[in-house]
């Protein structure tokens, strides 16, 4: 296990496919003289059935544009699909997520840690 | 004949949005003492979803500010809940978002 | 000279000669009416007058984006616009991608002229543009449109709008349809079929300029942190940021808001559940371009069962309300509904609101099977009403009638159905409640666009008194937000309109402006300042709204509406919601139209702006117009349905 801090996708998905990651990364890039997605260091690809959003990262090192804590991509990824941390906490916080989505419908929108409000699982006896 | 305990009421409650989140449920009926108000309620609540309370009533804050609870009854035009002393009858729906 | 925010291009094509220019965008415009809503209506005043009809050659449809469109505030919120068969402004707004695509293809407008002799659809690839066959587009439905522009081009992001059978078809109130099943634009559709333009396919890769950097990423942090869950102070955020407009089933319910049965009743049980939607149906996120909420957008599947395989995706599911005003329970049927009207581009008020008329009119006995080709019409019958959406889709038998519009529908029937046809301006209502929310009813009421609740955003205004103290407010809170009264909507729904308008403009997505509780616009202005390099101040900010809403008017004023057309369906004004015990308006409407009139500098009797207000406004043009075709001395009184 490395503790290589890292971004990574939790799950593509958590991906709601909105490119605030691709967008801000490109205006970081650019030194803020405005957005343009196509330069960006992360590309959001739609599948050509168009269900599934898969990010493809193309800064697999430690990113270059951190302002305070998260690079801006992960900052302004509205789901917590992008993640910056090591392989290790990867791993527990996907098995985390995995247990919640099961439980309530909302994890498969939003991961559980992002998530500051009390939550039970969803009794679907009573539906 | 009559007796002293107090008849219990029931009231219909609804949760939408975030706070079915929070009960894992959408809809209960709950007996509740008379007389009751909307603060007897909430200790209810409290008791079955910890946490329930400070989300309608922020410790130190305003009473369902930037919550509401609205209240339906016997056909009349539904209102919110603004006061946690706001008496309830039976059979009132409350709808708490 | 050189634009920030703005692309400075308009984009022109003709479809009747095939001509594509592009033309540097008016500096004098841009600034007066910022862009998308605001832009489009500026362009359409000075190139669509009353002596075109909305069929004529000269019509025209506008799609604009904004200023702010292509940063992460635009959310990809496109406006169209065109003169509506019922000659009102048909405006809608959508969202997805489809507009920040424009804008990194380097424009901020694309005017679509004149009709074509066959179909034709558009593809724009930043300076490539073209114009295409679409002979093998036209009749397919909106999804397969897409996919068959996906595959042509070989680009796989990107973004169409285009026009289904509902508008090939020239029912009334038609939409665009862009990707991702964001629609827009009632009659919008119409016209678009009307001139055989069958998609318009965008995709950029150039950069929206930004003035400020630190200063506008400064102002989107401020922005931003009024939706993180963790400190938002509005009751809708957390909701709707999972739940969207889904949670409002049973919140319209429990306040008799609903409209079941064609709106005779004001309470429906069971209502539909969103929670239950969210664990069968919802399978995961999928957001507008930079939607900072996690999942307002859901894509959504029927896995088994009725409709198995029925999938896309939504943000609205205030469609179900559907369910209460044709009376059936079922999500399957409502979701097949929805999924039938993208796929048609089909106006989903138009289809509710009319069959539900249908279903009252057959119960009452006003129509029977003989009218209905044969078919039990009658709330409840999910079955009923979907087929009877296939209809209006196809313009078969009775749904060639319904595909008319309610109004149209209820003349031609006559026998006293006008009654319960619920529409504003010829145009079906949309699931807003007017009889226990008078803002509403105004807001509804005073439409240059039909029924469209984003230009008076939102429904439910904010407890008072979560307002900050320093906030200097053109209406007292605590009267006009108080719903069953008449007092002070004047100067309210003149307030909503004017800023909405703007956030429309911008544009933003008007769920948005709960960021600063809709009455905060200070923040706005700073983005609006920062990414334009502008630097006018907050007055001339809310001025440029007004500036807008006011344009809209002597739109609609130059084609002859007046007074007596800014009003809401008769079962609003003359019957109670009896489950609640809420009685009708009554007098009151037009009560808060006088009220609303005056603090506008409009003419009581008439609607019509006085020529000082529009001075003010620096509308000259508009007063010269309406001097030389005699507006102020006409005699019209309006009337039209
Ligand atoms: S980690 Fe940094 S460089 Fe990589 S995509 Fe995110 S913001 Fe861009
Ligand atoms: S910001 Fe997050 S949810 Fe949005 S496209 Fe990027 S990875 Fe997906
Ligand atoms: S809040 Fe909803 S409607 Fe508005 S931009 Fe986001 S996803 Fe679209």
């Known amino acids: 296990m490395s503790a290589l801090i890292k971004i990574a996708v939790v799950s593509a998905d958590l991906c709601s496919g909105c490119r605030s990651c691709e967008t801000w990364c490109s205006f970081v890039l650019a030194k803020g003289r405005g957005f343009r997605p196509e330069e960006s260091r992360i590309h959001i690809e739609t599948d050509p059935q168009g269900v599934l959003n898969i990010p493809h990262i193309n800064c697999l090192e430690e990113c270059q544009l951190k302002h305070e804590g998260d690079p801006i991509c992960v900052e302004m990824c509205p789901t917590g699909c992008l993640i910056y941390t090591d392989d290790e906490d990867l791993e527990s916080k996907r098995a985390l997520w995995e247990q919640a989505r099961q439980d309530q419908p909302l994890f498969r929108l939003i991961v559980p840690w992002k998530y500051p409000y009390p939550w039970r699982p969803l009794k679907r006896d009573e539906l | ?97 | ?641």
């Open chain 3, 1 to 641: 000279m050189s634009w920030h925010g703005w692309a400075g291009r308009v984009l022109r094509v003709d479809l009747a000669t095939g001509r594509i220019s592009t033309e540097e965008l008016s500096m004098q415009k841009a600034r007066d009416f910022i862009g998308c809503r605001g832009l489009n209506v500026a362009y359409l005043y000075d190139e669509v007058g009353p002596e075109v009809g909305p069929f004529d050659q000269g019509n025209k449809l506008i799609f604009g984006a904004g200023p702010l469109e292509g940063t992460p505030i635009g959310m990809g919120r496109v406006s169209v616009l065109t003169k509506h068969p019922n000659r009102f402004l048909g405006e809608g707004g959508a969202g997805g991608h489809w507009s920040a695509e424009l804008k990194f293809a380097g424009y901020d407008l694309v005017i679509v002229e004149n009709k074509a002799e066959r179909p034709v659809w558009l593809l724009i690839v930043d300076d490539k543009v073209e114009l295409r066959d679409a002979s093998h587009l036209w009749g397919r439905d909106t999804k397969e449109k897409h996919a068959i522009v996906r595959e042509e081009t070989g680009i796989a992001g990107i973004h169409v709008a285009s026009v289904g059978m509902a508008g090939e078809n020239l029912a009334a109130n038609a939409k665009v349809q862009f990707t991702l099943d964001h629609s827009g634009g009632k009659g919008c559709g119409t016209i678009m079929g009307d001139k055989k333009l069958a998609a318009v396919a965008v995709k950029g890769s150039g950069m929206v300029s930004v003035a400020h950097g630190d200063r506008f990423l400064a102002a989107y942090r401020n922005f931003h942190k009024t939706f993180d869950l963790n400190t938002t102070r509005d009751a809708f955020v957390p909701s709707w940021s999972f739940n969207s407009a889904n949670m409002l089933l049973e919140l319209f319910n429990e306040n008799g808001w609903v409209h079941a049965h064609n709106a005779q009743m004001g309470l429906f049980e069971p209502m539909l559940n969103d929670v239950e939607y969210m664990d069968k149906y919802v399978v995961r996120p999928e957001s507008s371009f930079c939607c900072p909420l996690p999942a307002c957008g859901r894509r959504y599947e029927i896995k088994e069962g009725l409709f198995a395989g029925t999938t896309g995706d939504e943000r609205e599911v205030g469609f179900a309300q559907a369910a209460p005003i044709v009376g059936i329970h079922s999500y399957p049927h409502v979701i097949k509904f929805r999924d039938m009207c993208n796929r048609a581009g089909l106006d989903e008020d138009q289809a509710m609101y009319s069959i539900a008329w249908a279903m009252e009119c057959y119960e009452r006995g006003v129509i029977n099977r003989s009218d209905t080709d044969g078919m039990e019409l009658r709330f409840g019958d999910a079955d009923a009403f979907l087929t009877m959406t296939d209809k209006i889709i196809r313009r078969e038998g009775f749904g060639d009638i319904l595909a008319l519009g309610v109004a149209e529908a209820a003349k031609r029937i006559g026998k006293g159905s006008e009654r319960f046809a619920l529409s504003i301006k010829g145009k079906e209502l949309e699931r807003m409640p007017q009889r226990n929310g008078y803002q509403m009813a105004l807001g509804l009421a005073v439409s240059e666009g039909g029924p469209d609740h984003t230009r008076w955003y939102p429904p439910y205004p904010p407890n008072p008194k979560t307002i900050p103290a320093d906030m200097d407010l053109p209406f007292d809170p605590f009267k006009a937000f108080k719903t069953r009264s008449p007092d002070d909507k004047g100067r309210l729904v003149r307030w909503l309109y004017d800023s909405r308008a703007i956030v429309e403009s911008l544009p933003s997505c008007v769920y948005m402006i709960r960021a600063m509780l809709g009455i905060d616009f200070r923040p706005w202005l700073e983005l609006f300042n920062s990414c334009t390099g502008e630097n006018g101040d907050l007055d001339d900010f809310i001025q440029k709204g007004t500036r807008i809403v006011n344009l809209e008017r002597a739109y609609i004023v130059r084609e002859g509406f007046r007074r007596a057309d800014d009003t809401i369906p008769r079962r609003m004004l003359e019957e109670p919601v009896k489950e609640h015990n809420i009685p009708p308006i009554g007098d009151n409407l037009e009560i808060m139209k006088d009220d609303y009139y005056q603090v506008r500098g409009w003419d009581k009797e008439t609607a019509i702006p006085k020529e000082e207000t529009l001075l003010g406004l620096g509308l000259g043009n508009v007063v010269e117009d309406f001097k030389r075709r005699g507006i102020w001395e006409s005699t019209e009184e309006g009337g039209h349905e």
């Open chain 2, 1 to 97: 004949m009559n007796s002293p305990q107090p008849a219990p009421i029931h009231v219909f409650v609804k949760y939408v949005g975030r706070i079915a989140v929070m009960t894992g449920r959408v809809r209960e009926s709950i007996a509740l003492d008379e007389p009751a108000n909307a603060d007897h309620l909430l200790d209810v609540m409290e008791q079955r979803y910890p946490g329930f309370r400070p989300v309608f009533d922020p410790p130190g804050g305003v009473f369902n500010l930037t919550t509401a609870i609205i209240c339906r009854r016997g056909g009349q035009p539904s209102f919110s809940i603004v006061d946690p002393q706001e008496p309830l009858k039976d059979g009132d729906v409350l709808t708490f978002w």
